[in-house]
């Protein structure tokens, strides 16, 4: 096999050229996973209407089953009502929805109470909540907030923002070419000015899986405070907040076949109730006066307005589905298998740059990539035209593109509804590529 894991770089634009690797354990253990059927693609409404697409662009949104989409369309047809704003039965059933959804949220994360779990827009909400809300309450000028130039946009303005208004410093931690977080890098950039370390768990454009725990153990030893973004792990793996040792953790419902709108907050209670409200007006008070206004007690402190409830109910079914429908081993066992196969594919195309590892097991369900000579926008607007929808562009992660050496990539992002049929029909679209680019 050929490694990349161990390139060296002096000015960290470009990898080196690659060396054989004999000896690659990694590849050992392959997935035995059959992936020519699909048990549940069938349960997704959307497939059945567009059965000629092949969807890969899961990173981005995933399809929502049909138990989603009838809980949603239940809630309104049922208990239609706005909670926490009526003494009537409708609006007590959907106040119980409500916090139904919460507790079956805590006990996924495996978080200590319900009332930790705060409901948002989305994972961008959720950490400029933590951002703007708590932020400002434990850093001084010169401390320092330390993120990977990994980040999603939305884990990494709001520390832009907040380290400017706030005095204190943004460092980031630089990994290899193929993703991985050296000891090195870390221990150089970790220390006892840092104050807050933010870490997405998996990489939207690398599919590579950051060592959160260890890094929470790291920012813990000096007082600091560790928060996850987990937009792209939650819908792929079992997480615990308390074994990663996160003090915030964060994700998105559109992204585990929930719907869109509506986004999660886990906090430690203690760093919630010392949070000022992000957002105010209703609901979130216990009293106002003409002068001045009482906060709510935790969660609803930071639930203003009306809330997404037939979109909770709907979040609700969906997380159902994913654990105790599908259910994490079998989600793992599926992506690993159509990503093995996909990487074993794409390795043999000799126009094809991999960005990252080049070992299938390093990557979560996203490989990206690039075509020689063809810009990545072009690939993902002919392959549309074959019924492929991949995701092309910086993925909301420009400063990694910009270390890595590119503006842009391709990106195919898998979940375990996609099929072999589904990656074929993608690996042909790109085998024609070249000829209707005219490269052959």
């Known amino acids: 096999m050929i490694d990349t894991e161990h390139v060296k770089c002096d000015t960290c634009t470009a990898p080196e050229p690659m060396e054989l690797d004999a000896s690659d354990e990694a590849s050992r253990g392959w997935p035995t996973v059959d992936i020519e059927t699909n048990p549940y693609k069938a349960q997704f409404p959307l497939f059945q209407q567009h059965p000629e697409i092949a969807f890969l662009d899961s990173a981005a949104t995933a399809q929502r089953p049909a138990c989603v989409l009838d809980a949603e369309r239940d809630f309104y047809q049922r208990m239609n009502a706005n909670p926490l704003r009526g003494l009537y039965s409708l609006s007590v059933e959907a106040t119980e929805a409500i916090a139904k959804v919460r507790q079956q949220i805590a006990d996924l994360i495996g978080a200590p109470q319900a009332n930790e779990v705060v409901f948002t827009r989305n994972t961008s909400e959720s950490l400029n909540l933590v951002a703007e809300s708590f932020a400002p309450t434990v850093l001084e000028p010169g401390d320092e907030v330390v993120i990977t130039i990994m980040e999603h946009h939305s884990n990494l303005i709001p520390w832009q923002q907040v380290c400017r208004e706030t005095g204190a410093k943004l460092v980031y931690l630089y990994p290899t070419k193929t993703g991985q977080l050296t000891t090195e890098e ?113 969660p609803e402190k930071f639930e203003a307005g009306t809330q997404d409830a037939a979109g909770i109910f709907a979040t609700g079914a969906a997380l159902d589905y994913l654990v105790n429908t599908v259910g994490y081993e079998n989600i793992q066992a599926r992506e690993q298998a159509l990503v093995h196969y996909l990487m074993g594919e794409l390795m043999q195309l000799d126009f094809v740059q991999i960005i990252g590892s080049i070992y299938w097991d390093n990557h979560h369900g996203v490989v990206s990539f690039n075509v020689k000579g063809i810009h990545p926008h072009d690939v993902a607007s002919i392959m549309d035209m074959d019924g492929v929808c991949i995701r092309a562009g910086h993925h909301c992660a420009q400063p990694l593109l910009q270390y890595l050496g590119t503006a842009s990539t391709t990106r195919v992002s898998l979940a375990f509804y996609n099929t072999e049929d589904e990656i074929r029909a993608f690996l042909e679209s790109l085998g024609g590529l070249r000829r209707k680019m005219g490269y052959e």
């Open 186 to 298: 870390v221990l150089a950039k970790v220390g006892p000015k840092t104050k807050i370390l933010a870490v997405g768990q998996v990489s939207n454009v690398l599919g590579v899986e950051n060592p959160v725990k260890n890094l929470g153990k790291l920012v813990h030893k000096y007082g600091g405070y560790l928060v996850v973004d987990g937009a792209q792990s939650l819908p792929h793996m079992p997480v615990d907040v308390a074994d990663l040792g996160a003090d915030f953790f964060a994700f998105s419902a559109h992204k585990a076949m929930g719907p869109m709108g509506i986004g999660v907050l886990w906090g430690k209670m203690d760093l919630l109730n010392a949070m000022p409200p992000m957002l105010t007006g209703g609901e979130m008070i216990d009293s106002v006066t003409e002068q001045d206004a009482v906060w709510a007690p935790v």
